[in-house]
T-cell receptor, first 113, second 120 residues
Framework: AQSVAQPEDQVNVAEGNPLTVKCTYS??????LFWYVQYPNRGLQFLLK????DNLVKGSYGFEAEFNKSQTSFHLKKPSALVSDSALYFC???????????WGAGTKLIIKP | DGGITQSPKYLFRKEGQNVTLSCEQN?????MYWYRQDPGQGLRLIYY???????QKGDIAEGYSVSREKKESFPLTVTSAQKNPTAFYLC???????????????????FGPGTRLTVL
């Protein structure tokens, strides 16, 4: 079965330091991959996606992610973290159809001043 | 939260009652989705609709029902058959995916602000 793993429940980073939120995916078909962010008691907001093309994808709010086929990973990165980046981050991949997304469990990112 | 509204924001239900969660979008999207979010878990798909008057079951459809009579509306009914309905419910919409394998093949989903349902 297709799956997405976010191995860290929580990531703590000091403000101004680079941040990485990890995501790995199951190998099956074309792994269209997505990152979303959720602020407390809010809906999810789209950050970026990888469908095809360049392995490095740039998205909203200064985030980027690198698609690594050999490691089946799609880690989310940002060079310099802001306190306002503190939120819940979800990685997702295409499911059996283009209408279905398989979601990771989420990673809580805490940026400390 | 884009052009998607969900109401109410908080909803309390007594056991044995059916409740209906509203979802409206003004993005002119064909596809709409309902997800359930529980703490420590990713989103789970309840139902989705590709087009008006059509919908399909997702991974956890039991105890839920939907309708899609209008393009902009996709209400979700949580029935008394749903044994553990307390959760955060998210509605989303997107343009219809194409059959290609380029960047247009799969477009991102836009989410509403969610409804938190609590069973008393």
């Amino acid at each position: 079965a297709q799956s997405v793993a976010q191995p860290e429940d929580q990531v703590n980073v000091a403000e101004g330091n680079p941040l990485t939120v990890k995501c790995t995916y199951s190998v099956s078909g074309n792994p269209y991959l997505f990152w979303y962010v959720q602020y407390p008691n809010r809906g999810l907001q789209f950050l970026l996606k990888y469908i095809t093309g360049d392995n490095l994808v740039k998205g909203s709010y200064g985030f980027e992610a690198e698609f690594n086929k050999s490691q089946t990973s799609f880690h989310l990165k940002k060079p310099s973290a802001l306190v306002s980046d503190s939120a819940l981050y979800f990685c997702a991949r295409r499911g059996d159809s283009n209408y279905q997304l398989i979601w990771g469990a989420g990673t809580k990112l805490i940026i400390k001043p | 939260d884009g052009g998607i509204t969900q109401s109410p924001k908080y909803l309390f239900r007594k056991e044995g009652q059916n409740v209906t969660l509203s979802c409206e979008q003004n993005l002119n999207h064909d596809a709409m989705y309902w997800y359930r979010q529980d703490p420590g878990q990713g989103l789970r798909l309840i139902y989705y609709s590709q087009i008006v008057n059509d919908f399909q079951k997702g991974d956890i459809a039991e105890g839920y029902s939907v309708s899609r009579e209008k393009k902009e509306s996709f209400p979700l009914t949580v029935t008394s058959a749903q044994k553990n309905p307390t959760a955060f419910y998210l509605c989303a919409s997107s343009t219809r995916p194409t059959s290609g394998r380029d960047q247009r093949a799969y477009n991102e989903q836009f989410f509403g602000p969610g409804t938190r349902l609590t069973v008393l």
